[in-house]
């Protein structure tokens, strides 16, 4: 079975902290995406990666970054972070040999920012 | 611009009875298209996915969706309802920029006994 884990369930920062929110995959696969998700607005995506030291934004990139050392850990960083970051972030993997888009989807981590 | 849309924001319904859930797209060739679902607190399980061929799809945990090329949907159905069917349900397309999915907004399905 694939496994995508997040480092954290629950986690709880006050306004300016850095942040890091750990994902990692143990099925090799080469594509990795990180996605916030809050209530009337569905998925929607914030990086994305198809390999090691490769991103691409998604569509709410603004206020975070990415980092990707290893292919198995794809990592969000948020810089400074601010309450409208309260949320729930859910990581996800896929590969290219699957040849239909489908990802795997890590438990989430539901980040409170104060 | 590819999209997906779910109209339906909250269903309620009874232990035992049939379900549909609606999901529209909009892509310009034959899509891929998954339906996942999110229990409480969890993550996304992939339910179903549709890439070719027949266009009734059956999934996990006895729900089937159907492609319908002419209406552009892929509806999500399961004929009696269970308890612990009560989640929140998205649909998806998958783009041909990459291996990317466009979600639906969801729908967050109520199961009374």
């Known amino acids: 079975d694939v496994k995508v884990t997040q480092s954290s369930r629950y986690l709880v920062k006050r306004t300016g902290e850095k942040v890091f929110l750990e994902c990692v995959q143990d099925?090799?696969?080469?594509?990795m995406f990180w996605y916030r998700q809050d209530p009337g607005l569905g998925l929607r995506l914030i990086y994305f990666?198809?390999?090691?030291?490769?991103?691409e934004k998604g569509d709410i990139p603004e206020g975070y970054s990415v980092s990707r050392e290893k292919k198995e850990r794809f990592s969000l960083i948020l810089e400074s972070a601010s309450t409208n970051q309260t949320s729930m972030y859910l990581c996800a993997s896929s590969s290219w040999t699957s040849g239909n888009n489908e990802q795997f989807f890590g438990p989430g981590t539901r980040l409170t920012v104060l | 611009a590819q999209s997906v849309t779910q109209p339906d924001i909250h269903i309620t319904v009874s232990e035992g009875a049939s379900l549909e859930l609606r999901c529209n797209y909009s892509?310009?060739?034959?899509?891929?298209l998954f339906w996942y679902v999110q229990s409480p607190g969890q993550g996304l399980q992939l339910l179903l996915k549709?890439?070719?061929?027949?266009?009734l799809v059956q999934g996990i945990k006895g729900f089937e969706a159907e492609f319908k090329r002419s209406q552009s949907s892929f509806n999500l159905r399961k004929p009696s309802v269970h308890w612990s069917d009560a989640a929140e349900y998205f649909c998806?397309?998958?783009?041909?920029?990459?291996?990317?999915?466009?979600f639906g907004t969801g729908t967050r399905l109520q199961v009374f006994p």
């Open positions: 990666s198809y390999d090691v030291k490769m991103k």
């Open positions: 892509y310009g060739a034959t899509p891929y």
């Open positions: 099925m090799d696969h080469e594509n």
């Open positions: 998806a397309v998958g783009t041909t920029n990459g291996d990317k999915l466009i």
């Open positions: 549709y890439f070719s061929g027949d266009t």
